[in-house]
């Protein structure tokens, strides 16, 4: 039966259900509901929950349990994700599984606790040291973080590399109806992903198990770092996921990511009101890209531009610009430093141009 | 579909009214989506949020334009006022808000709902004016809000019965003044 959840909470319970025994976070706005939830629901699953000292050493915590084969997470908003980076490439570089959830603030600096979407580039490009990437999500409603938190632990342990999940303060503190899954078999999952084959779990075959980073030879370095390449080849293949609105005619194409989507979705129906025929293409996957699909539609005749919609100054439109490769002009629509457009401010950008 | 924003100091139910709003219109099989302020907005400042409800899937959660304002201080009553659709209706809780609106070209509600519900329950406000809405919406039964209110109360259930009859009593109230 679907009950209402708000954002950050709903994310936390569908950890559990997929899973999650460990948490270990440092509180801060917009996303304090996760850890204050994970603080006494995972004692009730046989869990642990830490409230680090810091962010790094939360992150460093993930990358000890992740590596002893637990399902562990962390969560945080803007400037304590910056200050995890250094982890996540570890965890990237020691190809670990686990979960990072970003529940976007204003930035850059301390910046504000309104919703944004200024790290894109720092979720997609890296974020961390080397030649690494995280399988990025970013989901738009309250059942779609439930469904992809719920999925995401699997795709983090079939790859052994980190999954980051984007929101913003919008879509972790709003309430929506959604449905939790029901629990999965930690056990089973421990076995499906052959963790017994890796893990450094203290009471295995006697045999050393080594889980680092350090390739100090450039031969093994390279070697490993095109292995991982490798993969994200495959996870390109496999994981990418992308909605299209009312796409079949649209003229206009907005391009937008989670709670920015939604305002698309509503200026769209506005339009096509007014005779305008607009669609949005909607990114699930920030990392892989769903590039494929956006230069499809900037290959059919029907589309004159794109409008890509972004609560930043510009970043995933670096990506649209990629992808349409000169095919169609790409635009862009931004608010900042917290502020959020409104369907209206959309309707009128398509008719004015501005 | 009714878009609704609820706005006064902190600490006056404005948040738990649009909880209330969105439970009844789950029980009544509506999707529905509720979107707070939150952060400094909330200290000292007003609280808002912004409570949709539709038979369709609900886009944005924002609400540039609300069908329906309801207003527990005046600073909201200065700050949301002009943004409601015109033909819409703004209701103040008239205890504390001794301005009237401006605009002509909506339905204006004035409602002592502190004082009318005090003499029922005297928390009972902000469910008090949850059965004032429910004329208004039309399209949330009064039983889909009886199960929210037995809902949101689940933990203390010994003040269900006095929210009912505030709940019960506000329906009433605003049916007459409909009349």
Same mark, same amino acid.
């Given at each position: 039966m679907k009950k209402l959840w708000k954002g950050n909470e709903a994310i936390a319970e569908a950890a559990v259900a997929a899973g999650c025994r460990y948490f270990f976070g440092y509180p801060i706005t917009p996303q304090n509901e996760i850890p204050e939830y994970m603080s006494w629901r995972l004692y009730e699953v046989g869990g642990a929950f830490i409230q680090a000292e810091s962010e790094v050493s939360a992150i460093n915590m993930v990358y000890g349990a992740a590596a002893a084969g637990a399902r562990a997470m962390t969560s945080s908003s803007s400037p304590g994700v910056s200050l995890k980076q250094e982890g996540i490439s570890y965890i990237a570089a020691a190809e670990l599984p686990c979960v990072i959830v970003n529940m976007m603030r204003s930035g850059p600096g301390l910046g504000g606790i309104q919703a944004s979407q200024g790290d894109y580039f720092q979720a997609t490009k890296g974020? &961390?040291?080397?030649d690494y990437h995280c399988i990025v999500y970013a989901p738009s409603t309250v059942q779609e973080f439930v469904d992809i938190m719920y999925n995401a632990f699997d795709v983090a342990d079939e790859y052994r590399n980190p999954v980051m999940i984007i929101g913003d303060g919008m879509l972790g503190q709003m309430m929506e109806p959604a449905e939790i899954p029901p629990m999965k078999d930690v056990t089973k999952m421990y076995e499906k992903y052959h963790k017994d084959e890796w893990a450094t779990c203290g009471h295995s075959d006697g045999k050393a198990r080594i889980i680092n980073s350090l390739r100090i030879e450039p031969d093994e370095n390279e070697e490993f770092t095109l292995r991982l390449y490798k993969k994200y080849e495959e996870i390109a293949k496999k994981e990418t996921k992308v909605e299209e609105y009312r796409m079949d005619d649209a003229e206009y194409v907005f391009v937008a990511y989670g709670s920015v989507a939604r305002i698309c979705k509503a200026a769209i129906v506005e339009l096509r009101e007014q005779g305008i025929k607009a669609g949005l293409i909607r990114p699930i996957t920030l990392y892989p890209y769903p590039s494929a699909t956006i230069e499809k539609a900037a290959r059919r005749d029907s589309v004159k531009k794109f409008v890509t919609v972004e609560?930043?100054? &510009?970043?995933m439109v670096e990506d649209v610009r990629l992808a349409v490769n000169g095919l169609k002009p790409v635009e862009f629509y931004g608010r900042c430093g917290g502020n959020v457009m409104m369907p209206a401010d959309l309707v009128k950008y398509i008719k004015e141009g501005k | 579909m009714n878009k609704i924003i609820i706005s006064g100091f902190g600490g006056q139910g404005v948040l738990s009214l649009g909880k209330f709003i969105s439970y009844s219109a789950i029980e009544q099989n509506l999707n529905t989506s509720w979107l707070p302020s939150y952060g400094p907005e909330m200290r000292g400042g007003t609280a808002n949020c912004s409570v949709i409800y539709s038979h369709e899937d609900i886009a944005? /959660?924002?609400?540039?334009? /609300?069908?329906i304002l309801i207003v527990f201080n005046e600073p909201s009553l200065d700050k949301f006022e002009n943004s409601v659709k015109a033909g819409g209706t703004i209701i103040i809780n008239s205890d504390i808000v001794h301005k009237k609106t401006t605009r002509k070209d909506v339905k204006f509600f004035e409602i002592p709902v502190d004082t009318l519900a005090a003499e029922i329950n005297k928390r009972g406000a902000n469910v008090y004016m949850l059965g004032v809405l429910l004329p208004l919406f039309g399209d949330i039964s009064e039983e889909c809000a009886i199960h929210a209110v037995e809902h949101v109360f689940e933990s203390k259930p010994k003040v269900i019965p006095s929210n009912i009859e505030c709940l019960k009593a506000g329906i009433e109230y605003m049916k007459k003044l409909l009349k």
């Open positions: 974020g &961390g040291h080397g609560m930043s100054m &510009g970043q | 944005a /959660p924002v609400i540039d334009h /609300p069908d």
